[in-house]
């Protein structure tokens, strides 16, 4: 059965760190690129960040040098470490294998003072 269950989301101050992570399923992270996703409330859904199987990484404009998506081969695990948080960056995080239909459930990151 194919998994993807994040963990790592919470209430943070402005300028505060957190890491989220993915735990996924062997049978798709040993394929598949993966990625971070996030949903503003009234905002589209929009793509944080993503990372190779080879770990070449790719990050959205608004998240370059604050963020930092990194994956764990061994534990099938896929992480997003969170510096400098902004009011901006709050919303549910999601993650991904990339180009397909494997979501996680989601996790809410909140920035707030």
């Known amino acids: 059965q194919v998994q993807l269950v994040e963990s790592g989301g919470g209430l943070v101050q402005p300028g505060g760190s957190l890491r989220l992570s993915c735990a996924a399923s062997?049978?798709?992270?040993?394929?598949?690129?993966m990625a971070w996703y996030r949903r503003a409330p009234g905002k589209q859904r929009e793509l944080v960040a993503a990372?190779?199987?080879?770990?070449?990484?790719n990050y959205a404009d608004s998240v370059k040098g604050r963020f930092t998506i990194s994956r764990d081969n061994a534990e099938n695990t896929v992480y997003l470490q969170m510096n400098s948080l902004k009011p901006e960056d709050t919303a549910v995080y999601y993650c991904?294998?990339?180009?397909?239909?494997?979501w996680g459930q989601g996790t809410q990151v909140t920035v707030s003072s």
């Open positions: 990372i190779t199987r080879g770990s070449s990484t």
């Open positions: 062997r049978s798709i992270f040993s394929i598949y690129s």
């Open positions: 991904s294998a990339l180009g397909t239909a494997y």
